[in-house]
């Protein structure tokens, strides 16, 4: 039996944790497919996977993709 694919995705921006399968960067994105199932695609090289979980990650202040996350404006 397969292993279950999980994914860790930030609510608000859509971000997944973790690298790329192909190409090792961790510059992925969520995504939803005609099914309506879950998986991701990396803004990398284009490589896209589906997820059978999605482990959702609330608030913004360790999300890499809002470099302004957790900073009070002056």
């Not at 992925?28 to 979980?53: I, K, N, P, S, T």
């Amino acid at each position: 039996m397969a292993e279950e694919v999980v994914i860790e995705a930030f609510r608000v921006s859509g971000y997944v944790r973790g690298p790329c399968t192909k190409c090792n960067k961790e510059n992925r994105g969520l995504v939803m497919f005609d099914d309506y199932g879950l998986g991701w695609e990396c803004l990398e090289c284009g490589e896209v996977g589906h997820a059978d979980r999605v482990e959702w990650v609330d608030g913004t202040d360790a999300d890499p993709s809002m470099p302004d996350a957790g900073l009070d404006d002056p």
